[in-house]
């Protein structure tokens, strides 16, 4: 598997009546960041370029990245319905749950 490759790609609705997309990797979040509307960019929207540009550099871990573009995808309202988010460690549930958007 590529260093740059989300282990379970984001899905993300653009917007209301287009078909929902898989983002796979790094270098696809960071397309939809660097497209990203100057005046919608705040604090997640820096933490997720940022986690995803250092990803590409050796400075952050894809995972970084994923959870940190994730982040930023549900607080903007792009996060697809139907994605399963992973479940934090030493919580009850084994493995994903689904995202309440």
């Known amino acids: 598997m590529d260093r740059l490759q989300f282990e379970v790609p984001v899905r993300i609705a653009p917007a209301p009546g287009l078909p929902v997309e898989e983002i796979y990797s790094v ?3 960071l ?3 660097q497209n ?3 005046r919608r960019q705040g604090k997640l929207y820096e933490m ?3 986690a995803c540009f250092g990803a590409t550099v050796d400075v952050a871990s894809s995972e970084d ?3 940190a573009f994730m982040a930023f995808c549900r607080v903007s309202g792009l996060l697809a319905k139907d994605m399963m988010l992973p479940v934090k ?3 009850s ?3 994903f749950r689904e995202a309440r958007v």
């Open 31 to 33: 397309d939809l960041l």
């Open 65 to 67: 990245a994923c959870r």
């Open 48 to 50: 997720a370029f940022n």
């Open 27 to 29: 270098e696809q979040a």
């Open 89 to 91: 460690r030493g919580a």
């Open 36 to 38: 990203w509307p100057k």
């Open 93 to 95: 549930a084994k493995g």
